[in-house]
């Protein structure tokens, strides 16, 4: 199975798919050229470009039966509305690549694909399976519960205000975020990474629908 990792950062979302299926050959995308050496080095089978991911999406989604996208979430995100009044705001109009991609791949992809995002601030403009404080776009169905993770943080207190919050997110995510030196904040590549319960629950539901499909393909 060739698998197409977009917007990869340091693999949450492929960290447990070997443990579902073994023959897979992933190809992941990532533009942050230490984030792609990090995920290389995590998974040395795989192959890491440096690349923009919606540009390679377009250019060689056909060569994949499973597609999984991660677009940049940050103009879309609710905490733009909570921010709106504070004198540092700067108003961003939300980046549309995020619905090209859906577009794509639902009208032109013959695989399977999963584009996920975080809940927005405004009424999506596509439908999508709403599962916690995500949205997933899909061609096949979810199960109710994705297996999602809570951080064990005490009542009460925030994750971005503890002192310790990189050690208790590399915990959670059981990856050493002080390993990355590039230049964007590792807090922020901690709170954004996917859950890999969650990457591994929606990849087994995946290879089910996959299972199906080949079993009406065989009945007729």
């Known amino acids: 199975m060739k698998i197409l990792n977009l917007y990869a950062c340091l693999g ?4 447990k798919w070997n443990e579902v299926k073994e023959d897979i050959e992933v190809t992941a995308v990532e533009l942050d050229a230490e984030l792609a050496r990090l995920y290389q080095e995590r998974f040395p089978n795989d192959k890491v ?3 923009d991911a919606h540009q390679y999406l377009l250019d060689h989604f056909k060569e994949y039966d499973f597609i999984w996208s991660s677009p940049p979430c940050p103009t879309h995100s609710s905490v733009r509305v909570t921010q ?4 540092s705001f700067v108003h961003k109009y ?3 690549k995020l619905y090209q991609e859906i577009i794509l791949l639902n009208k032109f992809f013959d695989g399977k694909y999963c584009i996920e995002n975080v809940n927005p601030y405004y009424k999506p403009l596509i439908a999508a399976q709403k599962k916690g404080r995500h949205l997933y776009w899909t061609n096949f169905d979810l199960p ?3 297996g999602e993770r ?3 943080v005490k009542s009460g207190e925030r994750l971005c205000m503890m002192k310790n919050e990189i050690g208790v997110l590399s915990d959670f995510h059981n ?6 030196k590039g230049k964007q904040r590792k807090d922020k590549i901690a709170r954004n990474l996917v859950d890999y319960e969650v990457g591994k629950t929606i990849f087994e539901a995946m290879l089910e ?5 080949i079993k009406q393909t065989e009945l007729f």
């Open 12 to 15: 949450g979302n492929r960290y």
């Open 49 to 51: 470009i440096v690349a």
């Open 84 to 87: 709106k009044n504070r004198s």
């Open 94 to 96: 939300p980046d549309m």
């Open 144 to 146: 109710i519960n994705l």
């Open 150 to 152: 809570k951080l064990k």
């Open 175 to 180: 990856y050493d975020f002080k390993k990355y």
């Open 209 to 213: 629908l996959e299972k199906e499909d």
